[in-house]
């Protein structure tokens, strides 16, 4: 994919081609033996495969993303963005961290920074690369943002904690028994059920629990993250949701 674009405010010519994994994959493989970085593998339910992360920063957004039902599907690494600028032999290399597909139909890029990250983006360089890769993103339609750690992952911390603990059980088996279950459960309850009504009607404690979650992550259920999960905590059924397609990250955009 090739897109051009002109940026007034820094009066530069640029020339951007996008490149994807032809399986829909992460472009790169992060984990090297040479590197220092903490590195490791995220069993990601909702994308459907173990996603590479190389900072904990990068690990806990995608617990948010794994536990938001607002996200249909996520990839971490999802394109390498080769921006080749008037004035430079060589072009500017840019690897997102994250992408995300929303269920609205909006595409989200992300660039995680940890704290220890955070001084990077006061590279004139980096943050030049930063500024051209928000412009082709904007060329097609795409959002894209820095995320910080401290500030929009870790909080607001009641959304934090709350994601953390439901993709905890993301890989716990929900059949067709289960969604029934609860489709019927919340029904009943004119479209919203308490989430102990839910625990018990998929077994009680602990497994109904686990079900409950599992089924949050595979968009069957929402429930608000911003609150803390409870007996009361309102759970309702996400509409177009009960596992929606993943294969669509590869072929969208």
Known sequence: MR??????????????????????????????????????????????????????????????????TAVARYLAQPHGLAIKVAGRARPLLYYPDVRRDMADGRVEIREIKSRAARSRLRDTDYQLKLDLAGEVYARLGWNFAVLHQADDIERP????????????????????????????????????????????????????????????????????LDQRLAADTPVSLVVGGLDASRAGLRRRG
């Open 157 to 224: 911390r009641q959304r934090f904690e709350t994601a953390q603990e439901i993709q905890r059980r993301r890989r716990v088996r929900v059949d067709t028994r289960d969604r029934l279950a609860l489709i019927e459960a919340i029904e009943r309850e004119g479209g919203v059920a308490p989430l102990g009504a839910i625990v018990g009607v998929l077994g009680g404690e602990p497994l109904g629990r686990a079900k409950a979650y599992a089924a949050v992550v595979r968009r069957i259920v929402h429930v608000p």
């Open 3 to 68: 897109i051009e674009a002109a940026e007034a405010a820094l009066s530069l010519r640029t020339v951007a081609d996008i490149h994807e994994d032809l399986r829909g994959g992460p472009v790169r493989m992060i984990i090297s033996g040479r590197h220092r970085k903490p590195t490791g593998r995220y069993a990601s339910v909702k994308a459907g495969r173990a996603l590479p992360w190389e900072d904990r920063a990068e690990r806990m957004f995608f617990w948010l993303c794994e536990a938001d």
